[in-house]
């Protein structure tokens, strides 16, 4: 294991989104005391040669790469040149500068759509690239496996001590709240609670509600990642889910108990669905000692009482 100390200079890429946010106050909380971070305005990831340029002058010990172009199901769908460029570019220039500056440790994180719209559930590592995508996401997809297969490569070819995670569908503080590009939870979220709010009958679900999605608070994902980072040094990738998951409708239903609305589910099934299943199998990394802790319900209130109290265009 790469010996790394709560003094060592550690990058956190992408530390104002959902997962970034997440693992600044996991590694604060543990001591970790160089957090090294830039905003997007300070360092533009798709650009090669800041990127470059950062990396010489900075010479991070340790990298956890958070940044990435993402969005739910809507966004992916309609920005495939964004979502397929941003991602290769920011991951590429990313992985190839930690390498070349020396960097020890660096941890890559994934989805969970990287595996095949069909795959048998749950989920194992090994069914990755046995059968066609989902074709809502095969854009982000793609280079989420490229991201993942290019740290395998460096390992192999260079020795860099790269890990790569692919975590379940995330939510919690810090979410994206738009009702267009974000993800289901967060706009359930906004949705009930303005549709309470107006005292509206109804509100309107996304697709026929059958699809099941398994969900992790991202407090959880970034403990997977810190103690990955200190336990774990193989090529292996890593799913990081809850292990347990919903269909689209039981999870509406208990956003609405969450927030204490009582009216109706209309559900939009011009909207499409997505991929029908995609729960991980997570037997892996509870073989190596760890497991989630915070319940759906309980996430879901805490995600609640922060968007209450910083609204919906905030980020972190
Ligand atoms: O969370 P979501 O956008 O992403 O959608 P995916 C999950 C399911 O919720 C789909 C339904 O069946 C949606 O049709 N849904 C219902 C809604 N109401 C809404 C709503 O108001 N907003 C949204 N967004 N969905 C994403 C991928 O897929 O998952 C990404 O596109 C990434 O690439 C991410 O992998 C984890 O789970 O379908």
Redesign the pocket.
């Known amino acids: 294991m790469v010996a790394l100390s709560s003094s060592s200079k550690i990058y956190v890429a992408g530390h104002r989104g959902l997962v970034g946010s997440a693992v600044v106050r996991a590694f604060l909380l543990k001591g970790y005391q160089s957090l090294l971070v830039r905003t997007h305005d300070e360092l533009d990831l798709t650009n090669q040669a800041a990127v470059h340029g950062f990396f010489n002058k900075e010479r991070p010990e340790a990298v956890i790469m958070a940044a990435a172009r993402?969005?739910?199901?809507?966004?992916?769908?309609s920005r495939p040149a964004l979502?397929i460029r941003d991602n290769l570019l920011i991951q590429d220039n990313v992985i190839d500068a930690a390498y070349r500056c020396g960097v020890t440790k660096f941890v890559f994180l994934g989805?969970?759509?990287i595996y095949p719209k069909l795959a048998p559930q749950p989920i194992k590592e090994d069914y990755l690239l046995t059968g066609p995508l989902?074709p809502?996401?095969e854009w982000?997809?793609i280079a989420k496996i490229a991201g993942l297969k290019m740290c395998q490569a460096y390992r192999r070819e260079y020795g860099f001590n790269a890990i790569s995670l692919m975590p379940?569908?995330?939510y919690g503080p810090g979410d994206n709240f738009d009702?267009q590009h974000?993800?289901?939870?967060p706009?359930?979220i906004r949705?009930i609670h303005e549709a309470k709010i107006r005292g509206d009958a109804r509100i309107?679900?996304?697709?026929t509600?059958t699809?099941r999605?398994e969900f992790l608070h991202v407090d959880d994902l970034a403990d997977a990642i810190l103690y990955l980072f200190q336990n774990y040094d193989a090529e292996q990738m890593l799913n990081v889910g809850w292990g347990e998951d919903v269909t689209?409708r039981e999870?509406?239903e208990l956003v609405m108990s969450v927030i204490d609305y009582r009216g109706d589910l209309e559900f939009?099934t011009t909207?499409?669905?997505?991929?029908p299943r995609?729960l991980l199998d997570v037997t892996r990394l509870k073989g190596l000692g760890w497991k989630p802790r915070i319940s759906l319900e309980t996430g879901i209130q805490q995600t609640y009482a922060w968007f209450k109290e910083h609204g919906a265009l905030a980020r972190l």
């Open positions: 993402v969005g739910g199901i809507h966004a992916n769908n979502f989805s969970s759509c989902e809502t996401n982000y997809a379940t569908n995330l009702l974000s993800h289901v939870l706009a359930l949705r309107k679900v996304w697709g509600g699809p999605r689209i999870l509406a939009d909207k499409p669905d997505g991929t995609k």
